[in-house]
């Protein structure tokens, strides 16, 4: 018999369930993500700081954890919701059993409870801030005080605390080919010349092996990194990464971009990234219901009509009534119609509001990166 985990949301709706033993209690806004694979991809994506994540398939931990599919150096989750987890795990790269792993790096956990019941509750209230607690120093009344007290991620700048500190290089193949598989990546002719700068807001390590898989050389540079600093790396295209919590703080970033603008240096952005370039073209940002998470979300190219079914995870989005006259739609949510892609008009920028590096998730979309490498290519060539 395991101890008791209890989930009290803000508007005072409580679920209980069992934990795995780690005793605690954390805050946080809770969002359900729908993939059926990838739970460790998704626990140690940086994007998800401060949030305590639904893991809908009824299933989790079967496949074990191993060192290959970290999207970073740590959990970044605050807590976690399962139906049932695993006691066993079984697969060529498991390292660890789920419930080890998950103990190890203390992640407040509750199983048992009705996830489907939950995640319904989510998608008509849209994203609730709860409590989620395994410590008898908690009770319901303290718990749903935290939960209605908490802050929330908008209007706060998250991605100080998820960047890197230091600028660090990755030159070529130096990932390991044991953690790196590049059989299915596309290679192109010239891009072992290029060198990009990615912006570190909370990159997954896997936009980073794809980027390598390319042969070109990285500088990873901290979030409030200036433009005249970058400039000064000579780069040949820009990378704008992924990042938990509210664009809209990140002034340094959106102020860095308006001047990548100026100078036409081909710049990609994802999730936060694309988001951090709608502001410095003057777009707004608004939160969103329930957000997306997930990676079996259909996506149009309104430019080609073609559908592609990608990885997404976010909260905020591009508020289609705002975009200014420079930016062009490239890609729309089939799901709600919300904006997916866009492209600046004469400019070598573009972005995207999902994951291409689809880590987990389906490869439709890595092919931006293949558009991404071109621009760069295309301007060293120009240049
Ligand atoms: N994955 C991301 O980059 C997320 C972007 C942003 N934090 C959001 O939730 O919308």
Known sequence: MRNLATLVLE???IFHGESLGIEGSVVGEIVFNTAMTGYQEIITDPSYLNQIVILTHPHIGN???????MESDKIYIKGLIIKNVSETSDHFNNQKNFIDYLKDNNVITITEIDT???????RKLGSLKGCLYTSNKENYYTAYKKAFNFDGSQGFDLVKEVS??????????DFPKKIFNTSNIFQLKDSSKIHIVVYDFGVKRNILKLLISYGCNLTIVPADTRAKCVLKLLPDGI???????????CVYAINAIKIFLEKNIPMFGVCLGHQLLALANGARIIKMKC??????????????????????????TVDLKTLPKNI???HKSLFDGTLQGLSLKNKFAFSFQG???????????????????????QFKQNN
């Not at 496949?63 to 599919?69: A, K, R, V, Y």
């Not at 990378?239 to 703080?249: A, I, Q, T, V």
């Not at 996506?299 to 905020?316: A, C, E, P, R, Y």
Request: hydrophobic share 30%.
């Open 291 to 316: 957000g997306h998470h997930g990676s079996n979300h259909p996506v149009k190219n309104v430019l080609t009509n073609k559908v592609i079914i990608t990885s997404q995870n976010h909260g905020f």
């Open 355 to 377: 994951h291409p590096e689809s880590s987990p998730g389906p490869h439709d979309s890595r092919l931006l990166f293949n558009k991404f490498i071109n621009m760069c290519i």
């Open 239 to 249: 990378f704008l990464s992924n990042g938990p919590g509210d664009p809209k703080p």
């Open 116 to 122: 489907r019941k939950l995640t319904r509750m989510l």
């Open 11 to 13: 508007n005072g709706i």
């Open 164 to 173: 890197t500190k230091f600028i660090y290089q990755h030159i070529k193949h």
């Open 328 to 330: 062009q739609i490239t």
């Open 63 to 69: 496949t074990g954890t191993n060192l290959i599919d």
